[in-house]
């Protein structure tokens, strides 16, 4: 038996579901037991016989096994619920805690590892909290009854039984914790595989044209045979501590049938105590089994556990962002309509005051005593050299990274991340359809909430690419290739405008929106940045010349400062 507090505490936080799943599979386990005296009781009538009650029992036998078939599914589904609320929340969370400045700029950290964490990690937890938490209720409270009843048959078997139930649960612990050691270095090996084959698989081409393709190949191989002699390392224990527990059962067993013997031998019953005994006895091991097998099956899980600590998936649940709020209440507007402002209306002016900051390890400031206004109805335009700060600047009022002097207001009060939207230079399209890609924005609404087929037009009629959506087979229901490959770079761009929009946020960050496009397509999104701008703060990094054109404020970022430029 291990327990694993965090994921107890998990379970906990949904008792209802946790004490209906476990009710449930104490009504299971009682079946077998009534089962058992069932069976007693036919073996018992044969012996004497009596024919009636020999088919009054297999009636009996044959109604408790339907009656345990109907248990078994809703207990299943109770369990399969739980889990899935479980791994649900814990999902939430360590994506929260992921989402942070120190963990987004930890150039230590691996992709594939977050997502071996975030995926097999998590739902490798459901075996644990949807059977062996309930199992393990259901030990100590089936067993406890089963050692009682045979004590009152026969005080030695009881005692026999009751040894045993002792020895399986208590003897495997040293093994579990070894296990569990092993177990870590295990899953090491799991994520360092992961994040290997991520990242060759995204730089195939890279390494392709290099012609590191067989070195490559055998890191992978490496990785996997670490992975291979550390699943063997466990599977070694496992067998080891699975071999304690089948010890203590048989012994059990064995034992209780040697005195149900003397019993019967000694005249001391009916034959019906001896069939009973017998029985009861295989029948307290049950859940001892179960618990077993249910151990094993989420032992991947189990050893993800320090590593979603550390992103901090069991950290307490503050409940949804302010930004969840915000955007409800922000729901019955035009998503392409003006944006929402501290107040509930427009925000007028974002300003940047005696901005500093220095990555930890620098010797110099990458931004200092850095002063900008940026103001709604007008596009503000930055440019500088590679390396200057731009991006700095955009992760400093996104709430990515912490500035060390300065501040940044929007309307008077600090910016807070859910004011800002933001368009990447290279913006992420996922594999489903258009309208699956524009309604990422808004997860946080719950049921309902998603956006309509009139908000979605709204978007892109404001962004510029309705009328090329509806020329589509299925319009927003066409679907997009992983990475938006099936598009163009000037309609990944203004689709990802469109989804900055359905934000419905004040202040909107374009990072060189027109770098990989055409000079027709660049003069397409930066008319469309100028009518945006029309009611939202809108502040574009750009390097391109051309698009400068029309802007209000053209500031070069230099030395850390912004001086105004020419457009």
Known sequence: MMIVRELWREAARFPAALAW???????????????????????????RGRPEDVLAALALIVGIALARTALSLVQTSAAAGLGGRVRQALRRRAMRAALVPERLHDTAARDGSMRAALGDGIDGTDAYVSKYIPAIAQVFLACPVIVAALLVLSPAAGLCVAAGIVLALLGPMAWKRMMARRGLDHWDSYEALSSDILESLRGMAALRALGDVPGTRRRLHTRSEALRRATERVMR?????TAVI??????????????????????QGPAIEVYLILLLS?????????LSRHWHAGFLGLTAIPGLARIGAFAPDGGLPESGARERAAASRTPGGPADGPTGGRAEELRVSGLGFRYPGARDDVLHDLTLTARRGSLTAITGES?????????LVLGFLTP??????LDGRPVRPDDVAVVSQRPVLFAGSIRDNLALTRPGDGPGRD????????ACRSAGILDEIR??????????TEAGTNLSGGQRQRLALARALLARRPVLLVDEPTSALDAARAEEVVDTLHRVARDRIVIMVSHRPETLTGAADVLRLEAGHLERSAP
């Not at 799943?21 to 012996?47: D, E, N, P, R, Y």
């Not at 224990?237 to 501590?241: I, N, P, Q, T």
């Not at 390396?387 to 992760?395: E, H, I, N, P, V």
């Open 451 to 458: 956006p309509d087929d009139a908000d979605l037009a709204d």
């Open 282 to 290: 295989s029948e307290a091991f049950r859940p001892i089994r179960d």
């Open 387 to 395: 390396g200057a700060g731009k991006s700095t600047l955009f992760d």
């Open 237 to 241: 224990v496992s067998l080891a501590e």
């Open 246 to 267: 089948d010890f203590a059962v048989q012994a059990g067993v064995v034992a209780a049938a040697a005195a149900a013997l003397g019993h019967a031998a000694a005249g």
């Open 471 to 480: 020329r589509l087979p299925h319009g927003f229901d066409t679907e997009v």
């Open 404 to 409: 060390a002097a300065g501040g940044i207001t």
């Open 21 to 47: 799943s476990t009710g449930l599979l104490a009504l299971v386990f009682l079946t077998h037991a009534a089962q058992a005296v069932a069976i007693a009781w036919s073996m018992s009538a044969v012996l």
